[in-house]
């Protein structure tokens, strides 16, 4: 079953511009984690958010959490063209599987 | 610490013949999970083992798949009698425990039926 939805499916911004993406889910979760992938390449892990945080920071990334609304946003600040890649966000179902969004594509000119 | 090892990273296989997609998980990691990803899609689970032992197979087609994690030696996800549908990526993450969240990726493996 598809759990998460990124929207927008794709953003193109200059670099130095701040990249919003968002995820929407639908059943309840423990954990949503956000992943990066290029082109071509496996998944980078970014940041993990558990059920009772709101917000959280690594670096040029902030992420949230709104329990209530089921939704989740990664913000990139300060955007850099190595920046480009796609975005998806994935919930845990139970303890075995990560259930993956459709994904965010973004790209960043220089 | 080496990372999530997958080979072959590209394979082509006719229809018919036989997929063998090899996984190393991180060391000291025990529990293998198997993702497919057709193009412009996001990944799709498929099967969570540990040594040994099917814990979540409810992601795997009904024929033609199969996985295994044996005691020794990487995870192997077996497609046979492709067909040009098999076609996409297919990741492999590792994991150190059921409560560890964080699942750390193979590179793919990237198959290509003609």
């Known amino acids: 079953s598809q759990q998460g939805e990124e929207d927008p499916q794709a953003l193109s911004i200059q670099e130095g511009e701040n990249a919003t993406m968002n995820c929407s889910y639908k059943?309840?979760?423990?954990?949503l984690q956000w992943y990066r992938q290029n082109s071509g390449r496996g998944l980078v892990h970014l940041i993990l958010?558990?059920?009772?945080?709101r917000e959280k920071h690594s670096g040029r990334l902030r992420v949230t959490l709104d329990t209530s609304k089921k939704s989740s946003s990664l913000l990139i600040t300060a955007s850099r063209a190595a920046d480009t890649a796609s975005y998806f966000c994935?919930?845990?179902?139970?303890?075995?599987?990560?259930?993956f969004g459709t994904g965010t594509r973004l790209q960043v000119f220089p | 610490n080496a990372g999530v090892m997958q080979n072959p990273r590209h394979l082509v296989r006719r229809r018919g013949q036989e997929a063998r997609l090899r996984c190393s998980p991180m060391?000291?990691?025990?529990?293998v999970y198997w993702y497919r990803q057709l193009p412009e899609e996001g990944l799709k689970f498929m099967v969570y083992?540990?040594?040994?032992?099917?814990?979540?197979e409810s992601g795997m087609p009904k024929e033609r798949f199969s996985a295994e994690f044996p005691k020794e030696g990487p995870s192997i996800l077996r497609i046979q009698q492709v067909v040009r549908g098999d076609s996409a990526a297919y990741f492999c993450?590792?994991?150190?425990?059921?409560?560890?969240?964080?699942?750390?990726f193979g590179p793919g493996t990237r198959l290509t039926v003609t």
């Open positions: 060391k000291g990691h025990s529990h």
């Open positions: 994935a919930t845990d179902e139970d303890t075995d599987k990560l259930i």
């Open positions: 083992l540990q040594k040994e032992n099917i814990i979540d």
């Open positions: 059943t309840s979760i423990n954990n």
């Open positions: 958010i558990r059920s009772n945080e």
């Open positions: 993450a590792s994991s150190l425990d059921s409560n560890s969240y964080e699942q750390y």
